[in-house]
């Protein structure tokens, strides 16, 4: 993606939260006194959210080498995402599909989505892409700049995350479905312009969504979720699109105890998956990516560089962004 137009254990973890708190005064004509009424406070139960599982789940992608198309790391990376997805017992499903990068190179991909109770109506959309940028061309060293990105954070920090989530939900049992999707070849855009070549696996599930005919209430992206000095503010195309979503978002950062990294300021605009899925699929989804103003880039330091590898990513911030994420779909329930 780039920055658009310059572009513990295993008990439940318990958590309360004030939906409705009212205080209705009723003026009586015959004591005088206000009726109060109290509407009970609802209380929230969480599964728990293993950040140290998700931290190791990037260390293992990170493993296989970049996860760039057409590489053996690719292919092992894949393999080893349906593997997981499998092993949770949830439903699984394979979209593999062809594309050519904006320079002619034929490559081949594959979305994968886990579908937690896919019986419901009810349902919401998570993604995240799990491909890795083929040239670290953020680099100044020519040499550094023709190799791929590590993508640890581009890319392992949300897939880490949304397998997680799928081991948490099996476990929590909410009751309203969830998708989660991992969409492919997401980065091998061109440095400027031609948006359209970037997003590609996002961009052919709009157009062919798996399963046919699917619609979700609405929809988050993860991306670049998980390095330490991470700080989200609300993006704009999310802003435009699904301003609701972010309100949801920034609503559950706040009273699951992570507000602290969800900041009020005004986001900037990143042509990013979810504006495919807005457009194309026509699900409102925000994004939750790390942007800054201390950068040109406007993404962190490590964005497109062979920095962008495990010495960035905090298993607390994979804590923070996978807890936000329940405490949405339990809100949502
Ligand atoms: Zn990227």
Redesign the pocket.
Known sequence: ?FVSYKKTNRHLMKNTILLLSLLLFFGCKENKKPQVIHVEKKKIHLPTFDKDRAYEMVKQQLAFGSRVPNSPAHKSAMQWILDRARSTGLKVIKQPFEAKRFDGVAMTGANIMIQYKPQLKKRILLLTHWDC?YTSDQEKDPEKKKLP?PGAD??ASGTAILLELARALKAGQPPIGVDLLFVDL??QGAASGNEESWCLGSQYWAKNKIPKGYQAQFGILL??VGSKNALFTKEKFSERYAAFVNNRIWGAAKRSGNGQYFLSGEGRSVLDDHVFINLYARIPTADIIYTTSSTSSGFGSH??TQGDDIQVISADKLGVVGKTLLQVIYEAQ
Do not use: N, T
Request: no cysteine; charged share 45%; net charge negative.
């Open positions: 993606m940028r990105v581009d890319g997401e980065d991306d670049m964005w497109h």
